[in-house]
């Protein structure tokens, strides 16, 4: 059965960086484009990045040169590189096989930045 299981959440202060990981079984990981998403408290959830099979990338406009996604086949995993994070940045993130209408998803992460 598909599995996804994020890692590297926490509290970071404002300015900050922290490097969120998926790691993903029960699939062919290669073959998958992969995404993440967030939900901020009280909002919907939202496309942060994707990345293709092809490790081609999408972002939203609120990341961009920001957050920086990235695979590692060979170890079936799926990054999120997080810097000059902001207070709006505070949200439950969520790995995603897909990142066009995702039917699996991880259980979430909180990610709380914060002074």
């Known amino acids: 059965q598909v599995q996804l299981v994020e890692s590297g959440g926490g509290l970071v202060q404002p300015g900050g960086s922290l490097r969120l990981s998926c790691a993903a079984s029960?699939?062919?990981?290669?073959?998958?484009?992969m995404g993440w998403f967030r939900q901020p408290p009280g909002k919907e959830r939202e496309l942060v990045a994707g990345?293709?099979?092809?490790?081609?990338?999408q972002y939203a406009d609120f990341v961009k040169g920001r957050f920086t996604i990235s695979r590692d086949d060979a170890k079936a995993q799926v990054y999120l590189q997080m810097n000059s994070l902001k207070p709006e940045d505070t949200a439950v993130y969520y790995c995603?096989?897909?990142?066009?209408?995702?039917?699996?998803w991880g259980q979430g992460i909180q990610v709380t930045v914060s002074s």
């Open positions: 995603t096989r897909g990142f066009t209408n995702p039917i699996y």
């Open positions: 990345i293709t099979s092809r490790s081609g990338t």
């Open positions: 029960g699939y062919f990981f290669r073959a998958n484009d």
